[in-house]
């Protein structure tokens, strides 16, 4: 888009300018990668993070072969928990520590399309945190099992389920006192049930479960998945309104 | 100051009556179950409490929805009212569940579904609390409490659910059966009697305590407004 195309569009519409919706949360999303990749602040901190939670676990509970049998998923998820709330505040912070959710609720935009917005970016955050995760906890166990589509489609869900309830909440936790003490105390107990079925569905794939066997708790992540979105969605206003 | 409202006096009275009558019936009147002995004379508050936290919480993600709608402050005090009692009886819940447990069940605790989503709930609302403790302006804490008891109160069935499903895949916690099948048995008339008595006694102290927190908000507001102008 440049210049001449918005200031025509702006002349003819001189109140009625507004952004698609589509845009308006491809434009908060761009800004959000393109500031990440520049500084990589926040996915190094998520990295590390995430390898030290794994490196942890290797000693805790003393990962061998029997072991990881049965916790591998609930490894990866307390992994993707922790980090995923490392960076839900951390994106949150940047916005609200210079003044920057200010300017993005001046913006003349539906306020759920800043929700989308900040919800895509980390959700990409925590997919390329994963994308990387996963490889090498398959490499350090030997765990070729990971790399099945359908348990790469229950990631992907789970993190989805996640991302929306956690956007939500980092948007109320960055502005009380306490800030990012609080978003894991907000956040872990309302997003029980998408993490423990998420440790379900994945560790039954990883355990050769059928397809008929995973069903249940896929049916409910997806059913978390669309609750949550949408309330996120319906609600999101109030939280940023001042 | 706005003197204590006459029904209010009645109802505390009342609160008082009939939970002696609740103790009464729960404690002699009942007959002893024969199977679990004395200890099952726990289950009729336990139940009793049981319901009125689970219609608080309920209430409270209603109110909170009407407070987002109407952004009428009473709701918000609604809405706290029926999470600090509801915490509260639900927190008596688990313990009185606790002390039964540990002659039927042979442990203070088990991670069956409903004793897990329990323990979350009683997570979700204590969360509930240090949100609202961390935000100074009312109309703010209003807003985040009304959204929080929202998620709150719409996580914890799915929690449930899922819970329930782990455990009947793994049967290794407490068996096949279902808790009520683990401690099941089925009521005579005078246990039923005792039974609804309590729901009956619980209810009007729940709402006897609901109004006394609800005035309390109110005074509290009129306080913090005094205090206000005062200052300027």
Same mark, same amino acid.
């Given at each position: 888009?440049?210049?001449?195309? %918005?200031?025509? =569009?702006?002349?003819?519409?001189?109140?009625?300018? @507004?952004?698609?919706?589509?845009?308006?949360?491809?434009?908060?999303?761009?800004?959000?990668?393109?500031?990440?990749?520049?500084? @990589?602040?926040?996915?190094?901190?998520?990295?590390?993070? =995430?390898?030290?939670?794994?490196?942890?676990?290797?000693?805790?509970?003393?990962?061998?072969?029997?072991? @990881?049998?049965?916790?591998?998923?609930?490894?990866?998820?307390?992994?993707?928990?922790?980090?995923?709330?490392?960076?839900?505040?951390?994106?949150?912070?940047?916005? %609200?520590?210079?003044?920057?959710?200010?300017?993005?609720?001046?913006?003349?935009?539906?306020?759920?399309?800043?929700?989308?917005?900040?919800?895509?970016?980390?959700?990409?955050?925590?997919?390329?945190?994963?994308?990387?995760?996963?490889?090498?906890?398959?490499?350090?166990?030997?765990?070729?099992?990971?790399?099945?589509?359908?348990?790469?489609?229950?990631?992907?869900?789970?993190?989805?389920?996640?991302?929306?309830?956690?956007?939500?909440? =980092?948007?109320?936790?960055?502005?009380?006192?306490? @800030?990012?003490?609080?978003?894991?105390?907000?956040?872990?107990?309302?997003?029980?049930?998408?993490?423990?079925?998420?440790?379900?569905?994945?560790?039954?794939?990883?355990?050769?479960?059928?397809?008929?066997?995973?069903?249940?708790?896929?049916?409910?992540?997806?059913?978390?998945?669309?609750?949550?979105?949408?309330?996120?969605?319906?609600?999101?206003?109030?939280?940023?309104?001042? | 100051?706005?003197?204590?409202?006459?029904?209010?006096?009645?109802?505390? !009275?009342?609160?008082?009556?009939?939970?002696?009558?609740?103790?009464?019936?729960?404690?002699?009147?009942?007959?002893?179950?024969?199977?679990?002995?004395? +200890?099952?004379?726990?289950?009729?508050?336990?139940?009793?409490?049981?319901?009125?936290?689970?219609?608080?919480?309920?209430?409270?993600?209603?109110?909170?929805?009407?407070?987002?709608?109407?952004?009428?402050?009473?709701?918000?005090?609604?809405?706290?009212?029926?999470?600090?009692?509801?915490?509260?009886?639900?927190?008596?819940?688990?313990?009185?569940?606790?002390?039964?447990? /540990? &002659?039927?069940?042979?442990?203070?605790?088990?991670?069956? &579904?409903?004793?897990?989503?329990?323990?979350?709930?009683?997570?979700?609302?204590?969360?509930?609390?240090?949100?609202?403790?961390?935000?100074?302006?009312?109309?703010? /804490?209003?807003?985040?409490?009304? +959204?929080?008891?929202?998620?709150?109160?719409?996580?914890?069935?799915?929690?449930?659910?899922?819970?329930?499903?782990?455990?009947?895949?793994? &049967?290794?916690?407490?068996?096949?059966?279902?808790?009520?099948?683990?401690?099941?048995?089925?009521?005579?008339?005078?246990?039923?009697?005792?039974?609804?008595?309590?729901?009956?006694?619980?209810?009007?102290?729940? !709402?006897?305590?609901?109004?006394?927190?609800?005035?309390?908000?109110?005074?509290?507001?009129?306080?913090?407004?005094?205090?206000?102008? +005062?200052?300027?």
């Amino acid at each position: 888009m440049t210049d001449t195309t %918005k200031t025509t =569009s702006l002349e003819k519409q001189p109140m009625e300018y @507004r952004p698609s919706f589509f845009k308006a949360t491809m434009a908060i999303v761009q800004k959000d990668l393109s500031a990440e990749f520049r500084s @990589r602040e926040l996915l190094s901190a998520m990295l590390v993070f =995430s390898m030290l939670v794994i490196l942890i676990f290797n000693f805790a509970l003393e990962l061998d072969i029997k072991v @990881r049998q049965s916790v591998t998923a609930g490894v990866l998820w307390t992994t993707f928990a922790f980090a995923g709330t490392l960076g839900l505040n951390r994106s949150m912070a940047v916005e %609200k520590d210079r003044g920057c959710m200010d300017g993005l609720l001046l913006a003349p935009v539906d306020r759920s399309a800043i929700f989308f917005g900040k919800a895509i970016s980390n959700l990409a955050f925590m997919l390329i945190v994963e994308a990387i995760v996963l490889p090498l906890y398959a490499l350090l166990y030997n765990e070729v099992r990971i790399f099945q589509p359908s348990f790469l489609g229950v990631i992907l869900l789970g993190s989805i389920g996640y991302i929306a309830v956690g956007t939500l909440l =980092s948007a109320m936790s960055v502005q009380t006192r306490t @800030r990012d003490v609080l978003l894991p105390i907000l956040l872990f107990p309302v997003a029980v049930p998408v993490l423990l079925a998420s440790v379900k569905a994945s560790g039954g794939l990883l355990n050769n479960a059928t397809f008929a066997e995973i069903l249940v708790p896929l049916n409910l992540l997806i059913v978390y998945d669309v609750i949550f979105i949408a309330v996120a969605f319906m609600v999101f206003d109030f939280v940023v309104e001042e | 100051m706005q003197s204590k409202p006459i029904a209010l006096t009645i109802l505390d !009275i009342v609160s008082i009556i009939v939970l002696g009558i609740a103790s009464y019936l729960a404690l002699v009147f009942a007959p002893t179950e024969a199977v679990m002995g004395d +200890v099952q004379r726990v289950f009729y508050f336990h139940i009793g409490t049981a319901w009125v936290g689970l219609v608080g919480f309920v209430l409270a993600a209603v109110s909170g929805i009407a407070y987002l709608i109407t952004k009428d402050m009473r709701w918000d005090r609604f809405e706290v009212a029926a999470v600090e009692v509801s915490t509260m009886f639900f927190f008596i819940t688990i313990v009185l569940g606790s002390i039964w447990a /540990r &002659p039927a069940w042979n442990t203070w605790w088990t991670w069956d &579904p409903r004793l897990t989503t329990a323990a979350v709930t009683e997570l979700i609302y204590i969360a509930y609390f240090m949100l609202r403790q961390g935000i100074e302006d009312p109309d703010k /804490r209003a807003r985040f409490g009304a +959204v929080y008891a929202l998620l709150g109160g719409l996580s914890a069935p799915i929690t449930f659910m899922v819970i329930r499903l782990f455990r009947t895949i793994h &049967p290794v916690v407490i068996g096949n059966q279902s808790a009520e099948a683990q401690g099941g048995f089925s009521m005579t008339p005078d246990m039923r009697t005792a039974f609804f008595f309590a729901l009956f006694a619980f209810t009007i102290i729940f !709402i006897d305590m609901m109004w006394h927190r609800i005035r309390l908000g109110g005074l509290q507001e009129k306080v913090e407004q005094l205090k206000l102008n +005062v200052s300027i």
